[in-house]
């Protein structure tokens, strides 16, 4: 069996993901060669992308959607990479004027020769990526460029420091275990690591279901940033993971507390706007072709993540 990222994939048939090649930091002090400044920062996204949409849902809830503009890529991704196209929901790139996002990394280093993955935070006066680890942006955003948001309002605190020791733990084991867990299950090559990483998946799954049937959000009353790393996973699942994955022992659909809390988080004000199921099924059945050479786009599940929840009982 051929493997999607066969460069990502050991001996054993595991899924390996290749670590994030720019991790230059923004400031807000001028510390960096980065400083935080309106308008100089671009984010590079695809809604299909589960670590790209964390990106995206920050700068919303941190109200950064003028100080920081953005790009949607098409879904739909080829042997040459992300594209810059325009279509339903993506468009061409009106800052570099780039047709493939390969070209902002080799423009940034022209021996990188490594997988391009999204988000991408490009600066535009150096004319060159800044960062794209998505967990180093949304940490950047909350701590470097809170002070561009127009006064008035408050903004959640998603990096709390009186749990910072407990949630970098729970956003460590969600990663681990679910956001890098369902690719670990959809990429393995061997029926050995598919299994392994398929126990592994959903017995992380319903500890955090029962983790949610007592609070709320993960640390109580309001969600943090370890909710959201954990909603892009989840509100994928069982459009895409389920099936396309073999994450198959039960949807999110099926958990008592995890299907409510998928609901909630997603009738929060603004954050239907983020998701895009179009982009999402398509991406992952017609991209992922040694998974699905047929690449046959299917028409369900049927997925309503309107209906009442009934999670503002549990508070605390």
């Not at 993901?17 to 984010?43: C, I, K, M, N």
């Not at 909710?227 to 994928?236: E, G, H, N, Q």
Request: charged share 25%; proline share 6%.
């Amino acid at each position: 069996m051929s493997a999607q990222f066969p460069d990502e994939q050991n001996d054993d048939g595991e899924f390996e993901r290749q670590e994030d090649a720019f991790r230059d930091w923004v400031s807000s002090d001028g510390s960096t060669a980065y400083p935080a400044e309106p308008g100089r920062y671009h984010l590079y996204v695809s809604l299909a992308c589960p670590w790209a949409s964390r990106t995206v849902i920050v700068r919303h809830l941190l109200g950064l959607e003028e100080a920081v503009g953005c790009t949607v890529v098409d879904p739909i991704r080829d042997e040459r990479g992300w594209a810059f196209r325009d279509g339903p929901g993506y468009s061409h790139d009106p800052i570099e004027g780039f047709s493939f996002l390969s070209q902002a990394y080799t423009t940034t280093d022209p021996q990188f020769q490594g997988r391009v993955t999204v988000p991408v935070l490009w600066d535009k006066t150096t004319r060159r990526i800044v960062n794209n680890s998505e967990d180093d942006i949304c940490r950047m955003f909350a701590e470097a460029f809170t002070g561009l948001v127009a006064p008035g309002g408050t903004l959640p605190d998603l990096f709390p420091k009186e749990i910072e020791d407990d949630h970098r733990k729970l956003a460590e084991f969600i990663y681990s275990r679910v956001n890098n867990g369902v690719y670990r299950a959809g990429f393995a090559s061997s029926q050995r690591a598919y299994e392994n990483a398929f126990r592994i998946l959903f017995a992380a799954l319903d500890e955090l279901d029962t983790r949610l049937a007592t609070r709320r959000y993960l640390f109580g009353s309001k969600p943090v940033e370890a909710d959201w790393r954990l909603f892009c996973t989840l509100v994928r699942f069982d459009a895409v993971y389920f099936g396309h994955f073999k994450c198959n022992l039960r949807r999110i659909f099926d958990y008592a507390h995890l299907d409510g809390y998928l609901r909630d988080l997603y009738q929060l004000p603004g954050i239907a706007g983020t998701v895009n199921l179009d982009h999402i099924k398509r991406h992952y059945y017609y991209t992922h072709d040694d998974i699905n050479p047929t690449r046959i786009v299917p028409l369900g599940p049927l997925l309503d993540f309107t209906r009442p929840h009934g999670r503002e009982k549990l508070s605390g």
